[in-house]
């Protein structure tokens, strides 16, 4: 697909990267879906236009866009991924048309109002339940186009949840007090509770006489109000008694720690709990520190988001820790992970704008995807050139352009190489191991391993590893020979998709001329990917082996330079 530069799109119309500056974006057409990051953190960010027939927006596409004021999204979206909007906070009143499907967790966290009438509310995550509420509130009142089963279905939940989805800050919205009333979601039982919350709002007075006025007009006239159809009858709900007497927590019998209550300095979670649940401490100014019991088994999604909490150890019973459980925590400078066996369970964004930290202690597990945890930390910076952590390379950190990797490294990570646009070689040593599938993510080095059989690569990192391959062939290093007529082989049998590669790295073009594995056909195609990379060099050396080997059996072919 042809498109301007700024935008980076597959074949099957997948947009995976914008280049772009930002401002006002208008996405090309024929773009069907937004790949995962596709614009993550672009804080220059202003609009996007997404065409008619993009049915995905991936997860994290425009999480961090914080200048991003206005998206258009078409009918044609099916799938929203998760934090796909997260943390674009001058977003406002995003509208989703249409019959969204699925919504990721937290898609839509420091959004403003959702406006999304045609999406159950009850299947949200949390976060973004009281938003599509207010949406829904502002969609009902314009009397937008809405599907009627649909419409019930979210007043009915509404009705049920209305304590959970009003909140101190819109208790006084003159529209929330008339769709609650209007729609009878209000029953006179419940003018104490919302009179008890008017009481601690700024504007309590003129609140509370907003919510009299609605009362006399609705509850004491007896005038009808719109009705969904009624909820089936549950039994009431058992008492639940908490697992610790504890003021300072709320925790459910199942062990679910709810919310803090305390002033915070050094705090010591209950054992027994089991869970920390979504923003149970989020916003604790006065938490100082915090140890974790080893009963606990999950961090929910932003757990201690925005604390000023300065040191924690997570103890190695912990197997699922949530997206941005550490975020915007900015007092946080150390991080201790106990030994474990493995880490699945801990997603790579936990301590997102957390920018400060800088002792880490962490096992060989998490160092996998430590680059991704403690990106842009000091921690992270200090390690250096190389940055390993038990014999696990997690970052290159330098800026050499042909890189001789330390002997004594077993494993390269994940990103380890990632966006190092200039690298032109990485020498392995033979203590190496492992080496990840995406270590050299956006950037095509010469991977010089000849010790390293071909077929023990990713298929990705294949076409570096042949052009190391060649680089130490022709300088006449000692081979394994069963290795090398291997290389050859595969060099040979897949040269079509090397050409490329072989441009770019001149060892690998003159092993093609030494082996004669370039047919006459293929040399106009060698010519255009020239062209293509606007190398001169290997240009004028393709022409050099047209006229050498190939002139005399076409002699209807001229190549010229």
């Known amino acids: 697909m042809k498109t301007k530069q700024e935008f980076v799109i597959t074949k099957k119309g997948v947009l995976t990267k914008y280049n772009g500056p930002g401002g006002d974006v208008v996405i090309p057409e024929g773009v069907k879906a937004i790949g995962e990051r596709a614009f993550y953190g672009c804080k220059g960010l202003e609009s996007v236009i997404i065409p008619e027939g993009v049915t995905e927006i991936g997860g994290f596409a425009f999480r961090g866009c914080t200048e991003l004021r206005k998206v258009t999204v078409p009918e044609s979206v099916k799938m929203i991924g ?3 909007f997260a943390d674009c906070k001058s977003l406002k009143n995003l509208t989703i048309p249409g019959r969204v499907k699925e919504i990721g967790k937290s898609a839509f966290s420091y959004c403003s109002d959702l406006i999304m009438p045609n999406f159950p509310i009850s299947k949200l995550e949390k976060w973004d339940k009281e938003k599509a509420f207010h949406g829904f509130v502002k969609a009902y009142l314009e009397n937008m186009e809405m599907d009627e089963e649909m419409e019930a279905e979210n007043l009915r939940y509404i009705k049920s949840q209305k304590k959970n989805l009003v909140s101190y800050s819109t208790i006084g919205d003159d529209d929330t007090l008339r769709f609650l009333f209007e729609t009878g979601a209000v029953k006179p039982a419940d003018i104490e509770w919302m009179l008890q919350m008017a009481s601690v709002v700024i504007r309590r007075d003129e609140t509370k006489e907003k919510i009299m006025e609605y009362k006399a007009r609705y509850l004491d006239s007896g005038v009808l109000v719109k009705k969904a159809a009624q909820p089936r009858k549950t039994a009431a709900p058992r008492k639940k008694t908490p697992i610790n007497i504890d003021p300072d927590f709320d925790i459910s019998p199942k062990g679910v720690l709810t919310e803090y209550k305390g002033p915070g300095g050094d705090v010591v979670i209950p054992e027994g709990v089991k869970e920390i649940d979504n923003q149970a401490f989020t916003g604790c100014k006065g938490l100082a520190s915090v140890t974790i019991p080893e009963s606990v088994r999950k961090i929910r999604f932003y757990a201690f ?24 925590c ?3 400078t150390s991080v201790t992970f106990q030994d474990r066996e493995d880490a699945p369970g801990i997603e790579q964004d936990i301590f997102y704008n957390s920018p400060n930290i800088t002792n880490v202690a962490i096992p060989r597990c998490v160092a996998r995807i430590a680059f991704a945890l403690f990106e842009d930390t000091p921690w992270l910076k200090k390690l250096g050139e190389f940055a390993v952590v038990d014999h696990f390379l997690i970052k ?3 800026r050499e352009t042909n890189v001789v990797i330390p002997e004594g490294v077993t494993e390269i990570g994940c990103g380890t190489f990632r966006d190092c646009a200039n690298l032109q070689s990485v020498t392995i040593p033979k203590s190496v191991e492992e080496i990840d599938k995406s270590a050299f993510e956006d950037s095509r080095p010469a991977i010089i391993a000849p010790h390293i059989p071909i077929d023990e690569f990713a298929p990705k990192n294949k076409p570096g590893a042949c052009a190391g391959f060649a680089k130490a062939y022709l300088d006449g290093m000692e081979l394994d020979e069963e290795i090398k007529e ?5 060099i040979k049998g897949n040269k079509k998709r090397l050409y490329p590669d072989a441009v770019r790295h001149e060892e690998l073009l003159q092993l093609m001329f030494a082996g004669k594995m370039i047919p ?5 195609v060698l010519l255009e990917e020239c062209e293509k990379q606007k190398n001169a060099t290997a240009k004028a050396a393709v022409l050099e082996y047209a006229h050498q080997f190939l002139g005399a059996a076409d002699s209807g072919k001229s190549y010229k330079l």
Do not use: H
């Not at 300065?310 to 915007?328: D, L, M």
């Not at 291997?486 to 595969?490: D, G, Q």
């Open 396 to 398: 290159y950190q330098g």
């Open 330 to 332: 900015e007092n946080l």
């Open 82 to 84: 998760r934090y796909a």
């Open 486 to 490: 291997e290389y050859l082989e595969y």
């Open 305 to 328: 988001g925005e604390c000023s909490i300065q040191a924690v150890t997570i103890p190695k019973s912990v197997q699922s820790i949530e997206s941005s459980a550490f975020c915007e």
């Open 520 to 524: 006459r056909k293929d040399v106009d």
